[in-house]
């Protein structure tokens, strides 16, 4: 995966549109570039971008609440990220805006194809798979991969054995390992004790013998027979006081009915002398509406005669004023045609005047083609020409760049063979120091010896054997001789000759570094020469004599537009001659069009001249029709007035239509009052139908009881204490059978499960014994026992990775795994016998270099499917001195090699000097910031 650009709004202190583009010049060739600025000015927010638009989330943040990412006062924000993986360019969006009340709307998420804008996804839940898909990464592995945070792995150094596992499972997000130790101690756990509990369970069982069995199923039997008795007799019980309580009802109801259906004839009798007296009032209103028919007819005609008369007034008033509407119309026509005509003389005289004022224009049209063609011909020369320009231009750009580098590569060379004659030097007085510093070493060890024989010398006596080499005589044995000051003066010159040795030791390393760098540096400057030789190669620049002679070629071209107004001018240019002749060209154009428009005009006067005559004639014509149909109409009035006078005579002031309503209203209320009382008088005569049949009915259902006397209260009390005495002794025995019968159900089941329950319990003993074993192998209530196995697994990879980086980055030091204990850390000292010692022991300098080479590992870990090339890594380099500084930064820039780009986040001035090409965070007013790339 590379990052190629990184766009963003309104996200914190970066308020406003910003991008920076990581695969154009100076960042795409830098290798290694410096994202710096002070303290709060939002260098983090450009890596929370990345993060943001890829995963939704910001790094910082570990999470996916982003709301309070947008710059304060602004509506909206957004992160865009263009990244390639697997030879594909896409797009990764993340956008998040406010409603004018201020609300926040939901966030948008696109991942598009970056060259052609095609969407391939627009929600999280589809993104989120794709780019991890695409890419190998998801929001954890990219932070651990590509935004490498130095802190955790300088703790990581550090830190005890025992908190190393959980350390470097967060740092390279292997939580499973734990759960998986967790969830096998959990699931043991609860396996044996679901074995314990059936156990216990299947002990409790209660089965009864089988003479209590016997003695259950006799009284089941005995309970049965005796409910079975009981419910008859309830049951008899119940429907003798539900006849007596019929028997009392029906009687109570005839009684009651007898009085209702006399009222009810008495009710019939009244509605029917009502129901005569309205059929009379209605014939009587039909008989007046009868009378009154001929009158209706007379005024009908008279009615139709008038409204004929006053259609035909309205007809007359309606074309009188279409006339009117057309007459004027018609005079407004001829006026706009008299006033058309005056402004026609007008615009056609100033024509005329303009034709004779350009004439000179229509002679320009024979010249024009063959201008086009010259500035053609000139164009071509003059494009080529600058291009030829440029070139030349460039080439002697290059050649001269081309002779500094190679002056720079010849002192960069001078300067190694003058390092490489010190450091044979150097070498030479190392090895000489070594030499003195054993042979000192050798005058020390004796010098101790004889030392620690001092106090012994006054026991040799002459003659007599020396108990430590066995000689007879004792030269030293009464000497004046101070060995102990031999001794420490001794020392003193192999303590001085050891810090000689270390010094130049030091001094050796430090010059191998430089030399190294200077040949790196040898070679890259070397290449540099190369591709600029190559490049000069290729631009095949011309000659100054063919440079001379491309100029008198354009010259010449140039003097064929010598009629261009303005074509001897200082700066006058192909474009410059385009726009005068085209200038020309438009003269030619519009000098035809008014000529064109000036003939048109001549014909349309003789068309005015004639509208105007028409116009004239219809407008006399529609005046006169106008007279006419206002004489008609003043006819029609008199007429329809006169019928209007008779018709409300013959009415008496009504209308036809209100004289027939009034009748016709009578007549209806007449019919509907008689009409009233006939469905009263019907309704009557049903309900007393109704009430006799009912009598009826309720005698056919007193036969039964014939000759019986009606019950009282007294009677159906008696009645109902002994149906509900009989029903709880029916209830009573019921339960007294369920509870029989539900000992029976348990005994069965209880018998059942002591049958079955055996194999449960040996299937449950087997599962808790497997997951016993694989709690031994791996379980425990923290995780911790497979964590730190796994865990160590991925240390001995991850340190693989880092000592390769580290042989760059410090070639004295190499990481390894103590012995006994996989996740005790240990430093390997190449220069001291290869001994090793704890991390404690590492300078802060050291430290940062292990870290960082640690930092690089995971990276590579974490992308062993994947290629990572882009990396970004954060502070740490303030520990460093300007030496180690050097090789670390040389180290860096080596990984150009292999493809990738190093963004380096500080601001330790020693950077800024050192890395050029840098990504600028500037703070503005009022906190805001604005992002610039230098070089």
């Keep these: 995966m590379r990052l190629l650009a990184v766009r963003l709004q309104n996200l914190n202190s970066l308020s406003g549109m910003h991008e920076v583009r990581f695969d154009a010049v100076p960042l795409s060739t830098a290798g290694v570039f410096l994202i710096t600025g002070p303290t709060g000015a939002g260098k983090s927010t450009l890596l929370d971008a990345m993060t943001l638009a890829l995963y939704g989330r910001a790094a910082r943040y570990g999470n996916d609440k982003a709301d309070e990412m ?213 014939e009587a209103a039909k008989q007046e509406r009868a009378r009154r028919e001929p009158v209706w007819e007379q005024a009908a005609g008279m009615a139709a005669q008038s409204e004929q008369f006053e259609k035909q007034l309205g007809e007359s008033r309606t074309m009188y004023q279409t006339w009117a509407k057309d007459q004027k119309e018609a005079s407004a026509r001829r006026a706009t045609a008299e006033k058309a005509l005056a402004t026609h003389l007008e615009a056609t005289e100033a024509l005329e005047e303009w034709l004779r004022q350009n004439a000179g224009d229509a002679q320009l049209g024979e010249a024009l083609p063959k201008l086009r063609t010259s500035l053609r011909a000139w164009r071509s020369a003059y494009e080529k020409l600058a291009e030829h320009r440029k070139c030349h231009a460039e080439a002697a750009a290059l050649k001269q760049k081309l002779a500094e580098v190679e002056a720079h590569a010849n002192e960069l060379a001078k300067q190694r063979d003058e390092k490489n004659a010190k450091l044979k030097r150097d070498r030479a007085e190392s090895e000489r120091l070594g030499k003195m510093l054993e042979g000192q070493r050798e005058v020390v060890r004796r010098a101790e010896l004889v030392a620690g024989f001092d106090e012994h010398r006054h026991d040799l006596k002459t003659g007599e054997p020396c108990p430590l080499c066995g000689a007879l005589e004792h030269p030293y044995a009464h000497t004046t001789t101070d060995f102990e000051s031999q001794l420490q003066g001794a020392r003193k010159l192999l303590g001085t000759l050891e810090k000689q040795w270390e010094k130049a030791g030091r001094d050796l390393g430090t010059l191998e570094r430089e030399l190294a760098k200077n040949e790196a540096e040898v070679a890259a400057e070397k290449k540099r020469a190369a591709e600029m030789k190559k490049r000069v190669m290729e631009l095949e620049a011309p000659t100054d004599e063919e440079l001379r002679q491309w100029e008198a070629e354009e010259k010449e071209k140039r003097m064929a537009l010598a009629g261009l107004p303005h074509s001897g001018e200082p700066g006058y240019g192909p474009d410059a001659a385009e726009r005068e002749l085209g200038a020309l060209e438009q003269r030619v154009t519009v000098f035809a069009k008014r000529r064109d428009e000036a003939a048109q005009k001549r014909g349309e006067r003789q068309r005015l001249e004639s509208d105007i005559q028409l116009a004239t004639q219809e407008d006399a014509a529609k005046s006169k ?114 509870s029989l019968q539900q000992q029976v159900i348990n005994d069965d089941a209880a018998r059942k499960r002591r049958e079955t329950g055996g194999a449960e319990l040996q299937a449950a003993e087997a599962e808790a014994l497997r997951w016993g074993r694989l709690r031994e192998l791996i379980g425990s209530a923290d995780g911790a026992k497979f964590s730190k196995f796994a865990q160590s697994l991925t240390l001995r990879q991850l340190i693989g990775l ?122 503005g007013a009022g906190g805001t910031s604005r992002i610039e790339v230098v070089a």
């Design 70 to 282: 947008m710059s304060r006062h602004t509506m909206e924000c957004f992160a865009e990220v263009d990244f390639e993986t697997g030879g594909r360019k896409l797009r990764a969006t993340w956008r998040l805006g406010k409603t004018k009340g201020g609300n926040l709307r939901p966030v948008q998420r696109t991942l598009a194809d970056a060259s052609t804008l095609e969407i391939l996804a627009d929600k999280g839940r589809e993104m989120d798979p794709m780019i991890e898909s695409l890419t190998g990464l998801d929001a954890q592995r990219f932070l651990r991969s590509v935004l490498l945070a130095q802190g955790q792995f300088a703790a990581f150094l550090k830190a005890k054995p025992n908190e190393r596992a959980e350390l470097l499972e967060k740092i390279t997000g292997t939580e499973i390992y734990s759960d998986l130790s967790v969830l096998a101690y959990e699931t043991h756990k609860a396996k044996d004790e679901a074995a314990r509990l059936l156990k216990e369970r299947l002990g409790a069982v209660q089965v009864l013998d089988e003479e209590k069995r016997t003695q259950l199923e006799t009284d089941l039997t005995a309970a049965r027979t005796s409910a079975e008795s009981l419910r008859m007799d309830s049951d008899a019980a119940s429907r003798q006081l539900h006849a007596q309580r019929e028997h009392g009802s029906i009687a109570r109801e005839i009684t009651k009915l007898i009085v209702t259906s006399r009222s009810q004839q008495e009710a019939v009798t009244a509605a029917s002398h009502e129901a005569s007296h309205a059929k009379a009032g209605a």
């Design 625 to 738: 029709r106008l007279e006419e149909l206002k004489n008609e109409g003043v006819t029609l009035r008199a007429k329809a007035d006169a019928l209007k006078s008779q018709l409300n005579e013959l009415l008496g002031g009504r209308t036809l239509a209100q004289d027939r309503e009034q009748h016709e209203n009578r007549v209806a209320t007449a019919e509907k009052i008689w009409r009233e009382a006939e469905a009263k008088l019907n309704a009557l005569q049903t309900q007393m139908a109704a009430t006799l049949a009912k009598l009826e009915q309720l005698e056919v259902r007193r036969k039964p009881f014939e000759g019986q006397a009606v019950p009282d209260e007294e009677g159906l009390r008696h009645l109902e204490m002994a149906a509900k005495r009989l029903d709880d002794e029916f209830a009573a025995r019921r339960t007294e059978l369920g």
């Design 802 to 923: 880092a000592n390769e980086h580290l042989k760059v980055l410090a070639e004295r030091y190499r990481l390894m795994a103590a012995e006994g204990d996989e996740l005790d850390l240990r430093i390997v000292d190449l220069y001291q016998a290869n001994v090793d010692r704890p991390m404690e022991s590492l300078s802060g300098g050291e430290s940062f270099l292990a870290s960082l080479a640690l930092a690089l590992g995971l990276s590579e870990l974490a992308s062993r499917h994947h290629p990572i090339d882009s990396l970004f890594i954060d502070e740490g380099f303030g520990t460093l001195d300007t030496g180690t500084l050097e090789v670390a930064l040389s180290a860096l820039e080596n990984l150009r090699s292999r493809g990738k780009t190093i963004g380096l986040i500080s601001h330790v001035e020693l950077l800024k000097e050192r890395l050029t090409t840098q990504v600028r965070v500037v703070r």
